[in-house]
């Protein structure tokens, strides 16, 4: 608890928290003047409603954590790295992983805070524009956990790269070349591709369906697991030298 | 002899490069043990083995009883320290980076101030670490290191880019440490004057291989006895690393 604390007073002034809270806003606000804008365009559409406020949205609203993840990513480490502030914390009686894991916590609860108050604007649309009795909470809370649990592994791999490279620059190419090879390949039907982790979060934006894949789900956490052990083994074992 | 810092035969290598080559040191409790080398002589290398930076290639160290690395965090718990450049978070003021440090080390947040004003950093605590001035870093990174009065001090340079006036008030301040907290300093520089002025015990590194380890006067008595010249540390120092530079130069020709 302390080492989050810790972490926490660490983020000031570094843009990490406004970056994906900003995210949210952005993504609450580009469904609200979507919907406002297009809204009989997109109720025309030959889809079920709950799946065009869901899939028809997510597309923009997923490109925008993407990068947010990408570039909070980066932030969270780069402090570490611009005054060479992780040597010393090697040189203190602090668990470095124990920092890596703060980090992941941080990004994580601030994804979820980002997709909570978008799924709130989607609910609030989905109450007042949907036609009467076909808006479906248990639908919209099922994809919101889907959208949460597919952006995952882009954070868990945006992290780790970024605790590796002390030039900022080299996690934001990661990141863009991620988001543009995961665009590139999102499509095929290939299940292998999946191991890319852009690749899964692009997934539910490329279906027409609201329905959560179970496939797309177990790959996402497991990646998400496996690249949050590495993190902590590097963290841990590949000190500064 | 109660030794805190003991090290046995601690060897780096890197590729093709020994950094530092069967240094076995012996600091004295409450002593100050000036470390002095040429750039590249593995001081630093040194250090940072001590404190878990980089790992030996081959020999072991304690300090203060505890064998690195099982008791790895003990180690760091008694040891304030400041290697190479200063070491901050850029977005926090200075007050703010040495919160973060008295957080880890689990301090009472008087101590923080204590630390500023021991550096003589107070009025400047509430400015960003990354507006400050070279020298204001410097002091920065040596108010981390006294957080907490450790009883062991590990200090790489210092005073680099420090004024003639600050270069003399940490030079007291370092001297003054051993009886005021009864802490041990382990301390390199590049000014064998300074070192002159606070040392109790001396250690002479040159490519990676340590020369010379005893008191200031066994140093003069050596040099004496080979021949050079014994007036200063630096004589000492210089005459010692050349008779080295020269014999290594000869075996190499061989």
Not at chain 1, 40 to 69: C, K, R, S, W
Not at chain 2, 218 to 233: I, M, P, W, Y
């Amino acid at each position: 608890m302390s080492t989050l604390a810790i972490e926490l007073r660490k983020e000031k002034r570094t843009g990490v928290i406004p970056v994906l809270l900003a995210v949210g806003i952005l993504g609450a606000a580009y469904a609200f003047v979507n919907f406002l804008v297009r809204k009989d365009t997109l109720l025309n559409l030959p889809l079920a409603p709950m799946d065009v406020l869901l899939t028809q949205l997510y597309g923009m609203i997923m490109i925008l954590n993407m990068f947010g993840i990408v570039v909070a990513a980066c932030m969270i480490y780069n402090m570490e790295f611009k005054g060479n502030a992780v040597k010393k914390i090697y040189m203190l009686p602090a668990s470095v992983p124990g920092m890596y894991f703060c980090k992941f916590l941080i990004l994580t609860i601030l994804l979820l805070i980002a997709i909570a108050i978008q799924n709130l604007a989607l609910t609030r649309i989905g109450m007042s524009d949907l036609p009467q009795g076909t808006f479906e909470m248990n639908t919209l809370a099922a994809f919101a956990v889907y959208s949460f649990v597919t952006s995952m592994p882009v954070l868990s791999f945006m992290l780790l790269i970024s605790s590796r490279f002390e030039n900022m620059w080299v996690p934001l190419g990661a990141g863009v070349g991620g988001f543009l090879s995961g665009m590139a390949l999102a499509t095929s039907k290939s299940g292998l591709l999946l191991i890319h982790p852009f690749v899964a979060m692009l997934k539910p934006a490329v279906t027409m369906s609201a329905q959560p894949d179970s496939a797309v789900i177990i790959v996402s956490m497991v990646e998400t697991i496996i690249l949050l052990i590495a993190g902590l083994w590097m963290a841990k074992h590949l000190r500064y030298e | 002899m109660d030794y805190i810092i003991t090290t046995e035969k601690l060897t780096k290598k890197y590729k093709n490069f020994t950094s530092a080559s069967n240094v076995s040191l012996h600091v004295r409790k409450g002593s100050i043990y000036g470390f002095l080398g040429p750039n590249g002589a593995g001081k630093s290398t040194t250090m940072k083995m001590l404190l878990g930076l980089t790992a030996p290639t081959k020999g072991s160290f304690t300090i203060d009883g505890k064998h690195f690395p099982n008791d790895r965090l003990e180690i760091l718990k008694e040891i304030g320290s400041f290697i190479e450049s200063p070491s901050f978070y850029a977005n926090l003021s200075g007050r703010e980076n040495l919160d973060i440090i008295r957080r880890i080390l689990k301090l009472p947040k008087s101590s923080v101030e204590a630390a500023l004003e021991l550096v003589g950093l107070t009025e400047f605590g509430d400015r960003l670490a990354k507006k400050y001035s070279l020298g204001m870093k410097q002091r920065l990174g040596l108010a981390g290191a006294l957080l907490g009065r450790p009883p062991i001090l590990i200090l790489d340079e210092p005073t680099n880019g420090l004024d003639p006036s600050g270069i003399h008030e940490i030079r007291n301040l370092v001297k003054s440490l051993p009886s005021l907290y009864d802490c041990t300093v382990l301390i390199s520089s590049h000014m064998l004057s300074e070192i002159e002025l606070i040392a109790d015990d001396i250690g002479i590194l040159n490519h990676g291989r340590l020369l010379f380890e005893g008191s200031l006067d066994d140093l003069r008595q050596s040099a004496q006895q080979s021949g050079f010249a014994a007036e200063n540390l630096e004589d000492m120092f210089l005459s010692m690393v050349e008779k080295d530079n020269a014999s290594r130069k000869q075996r190499a020709q061989l």
